[in-house]
């Protein structure tokens, strides 16, 4: 809520008992727009911290390196949320497809956090360290690693010679993973 907000207005929380009576209820109106705006932007941005029931309804939301690590790229394939991505430098900057454990050049980027159709713009939480909801089906606790089928992961590294080695994050929960995916891998 904008009253807890580490933002300050410095405006009270409601307009002033002076105003006219026929203009204090648009006065309100104006002050709750502003408070609802504020609240937005302290939580998308990740300045304030959520309580325990807002964090256990959405852990993603309030995570400022989540918000950070978005990018915008264009799918070169379906993409489904969900999906582990690689950057497509070999056909035009910005492109993404599936990744895949099977070459070096099948390296993972970041997560896909939409689906889309080829050609259109994808939401990726890229990198280093981000909460992601995006994932399903995990053992908590258990370190994943890029697979090797197309756009998934799995618990155990790949074994198989030409294959590569590359951690993409931690399962917190059978539906959250802290994304840490490692720009280096090791290939068999």
Known sequence: MADNSKILLGLPNLPADQIDPKLWGEFLLIYKAIQNLLSGVSRYSGIDTPSAMEAAADPTGYLLGANMQRYYPTAVTSITRGQILRLRPDVGANRVSQAIATSAAG???????????????????????????????MLPGTLYYLSTTSGA????????????????????????????????????
């Open 107 to 137: 390296m993972a980027f970041g997560v896909a956090n939409t689906s889309v159709g080829a050609g259109a713009v994808v939401e990726v939480i890229a990198g280093g360290y981000a909460l992601t909801d995006a994932i399903g089906g």
């Open 153 to 188: 992961i799995q618990n155990l590294r790949p074994v198989n010679p030409g294959e590569i080695i590359q951690p993409v994050g931690w399962a917190l929960t059978s539906t959250q993973m802290l994304l840490a995916v490692s720009p280096y891998y090791q290939q068999l």
